[in-house]
């Protein structure tokens, strides 16, 4: 390649990042289109299967490797303009909350994503204010002359003179390797095979440089098949290439996440006249201000009594844990009462269940914690502090400002667009959670295996109900939802619960999108990037390769760091759907002891960091209180009884009537005369 992007200067230590893709036999020369691809099957064309692997070493650790596949088709469609069509498949498939993503279609320099139903998914972008982020308008309107011309070549010397790179013969293989002097990518090497008269790419490996990070990224082409029809590729060789240059790279930083307070939380206590008491407990960086929604939303389903909402402040969240239980134990005895279920999101259920056990040590038939229902919470521990004050956090955040930078991000750029968002919040918000858990007195008794947690589960908890809810959040940059709730918290926006304009489910879109677009865009460049033809091509290439390797890396880091503990021996499954924060075994209610606890899964669930703020986490919380053993009466469940109701006229009067319900149960008068 001819240029090659500015290098990044860090404080961090440099590595080479190996990118590896591998073309697998069988291959034929002609095979099927699928059904409405779209594709003009007389033009240049070529379908393959695809398998990504990403292995990166980010400051010290190691990562395994990441496994996604698909299936791809290239071609022209009948107005010669470039069409791509690509099926994400296997279990690591990127997901939304509305339906697992199907077909992802590049067309006429747009990009549209639809569902298992075939139905296109909706886009909105996370702002008025906020352009949508389109690689693909780099390309132009006329990409290049073919899209197999780096797949198949007709002469392999004549390739390597193209690409600049030097040539040799290694078992029946011919490789072709570039190396570059300055820029995080370092080197680019093609490995081909003979098949008959022409020569097939069965390897391309991408050497990047970054600081703090190091790996290797494996792409693996099956079934490849193509057809190549040269009258087309030379008439757009003749209309000359569209392709422009990429936008210069930044050298800002995306500015820091405020660290604010919410308001308009709920009251610390109330009577809703009922019999059943419950207490919420919050979790660590927050405050009772993340029950706000809830709260109402379980006040109009049950007959509550006692509503108690304890509010002590971020702060108190990084006390220790016993701390905080003991201050949890001490609310609930000023507002008296029993019968308490006590419902806790995160530390705040190891919090719950510790005040449940000194209530239960002070006497073993106590009446005064009826049950403990634990959400998303670290009942064995949490990896994540295990890992903190490590430096982990912090370098994940670094390699989001390479891809902020790449982009040519900046606080004061114009337009701003909604691949920047996404930046500024992944990279605010990390910072934020690493500087809060390493200044955190709790983060001892939340790490897994840390005395704290082994004690609290040698407990027999024999004197009160128990139940966890466990969430199951679709893992494909799970970080961005955890991050924009977060954000959501501590800024008190506007329409940013997970459903809404800015919310983790579509603020996640942006990268579950964006993320298919750059890829594509970088395939269809790297096919045509040529540095005596098309010179631009090349820089498009390299222009979308960190962008497309960064924020990978990084949500393969993300998910190793909340799921395995360091110098783990063994590694659990890094993509099923967790939330995010807590894997899914540690967020089981313990059963130690002979105790028994009900386990309820949310599935699909919004993230760690907006659960209780989510529709998804009420609807199953609903469930899990009104059924035995918690029984907790609901609305649904009352009766009324009384006299009918008075006739007065226009003028208006004065009548009494009688009304009979149960305990707790709602009801309001309204008149239907105006």
Not at 632 to 656: D, H, I, K, M, R
């Amino acid at each position: 390649m001819v240029q090659r992007m500015a290098s990044i200067n860090q404080c961090l230590s440099v590595r080479a990042l190996a990118l590896a893709v591998v073309i697998s036999l069988p291959v034929s020369a002609r095979a099927q289109l699928s059904q409405n691809s779209g594709t003009n099957s007389s033009d240049t064309w070529t379908t393959f299967d695809l398998t990504t692997k990403v292995q990166a070493t980010i400051g010290s650790l190691s990562l395994p490797t990441s496994t996604s596949t698909c299936h791809v088709e290239l071609g022209y469609d009948s107005n010669g303009q470039i069409i791509a069509n690509v099926w994400p498949t296997g279990s690591a498939a990127p997901g939304t909350d509305v339906g697992a993503v199907s077909v992802i279609r590049l067309s006429g320099g747009n990009l549209t994503v639809f569902d298992q139903n075939g139905a296109p998914i909706p886009y909105v972008s996370p702002g008025s204010n906020l352009t949508t982020y389109n690689p693909l308008s780099l390309l132009g309107t006329n990409p290049g002359r073919s899209v197999v011309q780096r797949l198949v070549v007709a002469n392999i010397q004549q390739q390597a003179t193209k690409m600049q790179a030097e040539y040799t013969t290694v078992n029946s293989t011919y490789v072709l390797t570039t190396n570059y002097t300055s820029g995080p990518l370092t080197k680019e090497q093609w490995t081909y095979v003979s098949s008959g008269s022409q020569y097939v790419a069965t390897q391309a490996e991408y050497w990047i440089s970054a600081s703090n990070f190091s790996g290797t990224r494996t792409l693996q082409f099956a079934n490849l098949h193509w057809n190549d029809n040269s009258a087309d590729d030379t008439a757009r060789t003749n209309a000359g290439y569209t392709v422009t240059n990429p936008p210069a790279a930044s050298t800002s930083t995306p500015p820091a996440m405020s660290q604010s307070t919410e308001t308009g939380c709920p009251a610390a206590s109330s009577n809703q006249g009922g019999t059943q008491n419950v207490a919420y407990q919050y979790g660590l960086f927050s405050s009772s201000c993340s029950w706000k929604r809830m709260v109402p939303w379980l006040n109009d389903y049950f007959r509550f009594g006692t509503v108690l909402a304890p509010n002590h402040g971020f702060s108190s969240t990084l006390q220790p844990i016993a701390t905080q239980g003991g201050t949890l134990k001490s609310d609930i005895t000023s507002a008296g009462g029993g019968g308490y279920i006590v419902i806790g999101q995160s530390q705040g259920g190891l919090v719950s269940r510790y005040a449940a056990q000194q209530f239960q040590a002070a006497n073993l038939n106590q009446t005064t914690v009826k049950g403990v229902v634990t959400l998303d919470t670290p009942n064995l521990g949490a990896p994540l502090a295990n890992w903190a004050g490590l430096g982990t956090i912090e370098a994940v955040a670094a390699l989001i400002n390479y891809a902020w930078q790449a982009v040519g991000c900046s606080p004061t750029a114009t337009p701003q667009l909604d691949l920047c968002y996404a930046f500024q919040l992944i990279t605010g918000g990390l910072g934020t959670v690493a500087v809060d858990l390493e200044q955190s007195s709790a983060l001892g008794d939340l790490q897994q295996g840390s005395s704290f947690v082994t004690n609290l589960n040698n407990q027999t908890e024999s004197s009160f109900q128990k139940a966890g809810l466990v969430g199951h959040t679709k893992r494909f940059f799970v970080e961005v939802r955890d991050v924009d709730s977060l954000a959501c918290g501590v800024s008190n926006a506007q329409n940013c619960y997970p459903e809404q304009e800015f919310g983790e489910r579509n603020v996640s879109a942006i990268y579950t999108y964006v993320e298919e677009a750059v890829f594509v865009a970088w395939f269809i460049a790297i096919e045509e990037c040529d540095p005596t033809y098309d010179p631009f091509a090349c820089s498009v290439a390299e222009h979308l390769l960190p962008i497309w390797l960064y924020p990978t890396a990084v949500d393969l880091c993300w998910n190793y760091i909340t799921t395995v503990l360091p110098n783990a021996s063994n590694i659990n499954n890094l993509f099923g759907d967790e939330d995010g924060v807590v894997p899914t075994f540690s967020q089981n209610y313990p059963t130690t002891g002979g105790a028994t606890a009900l386990q309820y899964s949310v599935s699909p669930s919004d993230s760690h960091m907006g659960d209780t703020k989510s529709d998804l986490t009420r609807n199953v919380l609903e469930r899990a209180l009104a059924n035995s053993p918690f029984s907790v009466p609901t609305q649904a469940s009352c009766t009324y009884s009384g006299s009918s109701p008075p006739s007065l006229s226009g003028n208006g009067g004065s009548e009494t009537i009688s009304l009979s319900t149960q305990t707790g149960c709602r009801w309001n008068s309204e008149s239907q005369t105006p």
